[in-house]
Nanobody
Framework: VQLQASGGGLVQAGGSLRLSCVAS????????MGWFRQAPGKEREFVGI????????YYTDSVKGRFTISRDNAKNTVYLQMSSLKPEDTAVYYC??????????????????WGQGTQVTVSS
C-alpha cells in the first residue's frame, strides 16, 4: 500500500482544514487508517484512527470534538477534518495504514505503511 497525504497549509486559529490521504492498491478497504502528527522537536503523536468499515473511530483526547476521520473505500481515500484549530495543532500530519483493519492501535509501530506527511501550520 502506498499512501499520499495532501491538504495541509496555513490557517488561522479557529479555522478549519481537511486533509486527504489517497491509497494505492485494491486492499485499502481492509486496512484501518490512522493519522499521526509530529511537531518540531517532539515525538510522533497519535491523532486518530478509523477501522476498515468506517464504523468505528477513536481519537486522542486533545482533538476529540474538533477532528473527525472518515473514509471513502470506493475512492481509496481517508480524510481528517480539522476544526477549531489551535496553534498547538501545528505539525506535520501523516496518514498510516494498519493491516489489522478491525482493531484500534494508537502506537506508530502498529502501522506498516506511511504517507509522506503534509504540513499544517496554525497561526495565532
Amino acid at each position: 500500500v502506498q499512501l499520499q497525504a495532501s491538504g495541509g497549509g496555513l490557517v488561522q486559529a479557529g479555522g478549519s482544514l481537511r486533509l486527504s490521504c489517497v491509497a494505492s492498491g485494491r486492499t485499502f478497504s481492509s486496512y484501518a487508517m490512522g493519522w499521526f502528527r509530529q511537531a518540531p522537536g517532539k515525538e510522533r503523536e497519535f491523532v486518530g484512527i478509523i477501522i476498515w468499515s468506517g464504523g468505528s473511530t477513536y481519537y486522542t483526547d486533545s482533538v476529540k470534538g474538533r477532528f473527525t476521520i472518515s473514509r471513502d473505500n470506493a475512492k481509496n481515500t481517508v480524510y481528517l477534518q480539522m476544526s477549531s484549530l489551535k496553534p498547538e495543532d501545528t505539525a506535520v500530519y501523516y496518514c498510516a495504514a494498519r493491516a489489522a483493519g478491525y482493531s484500534i492501535d494508537t502506537t506508530a509501530s502498529g502501522y506498516g505503511y506511511w504517507g509522506q506527511g503534509t504540513q499544517v501550520t496554525v497561526s495565532s
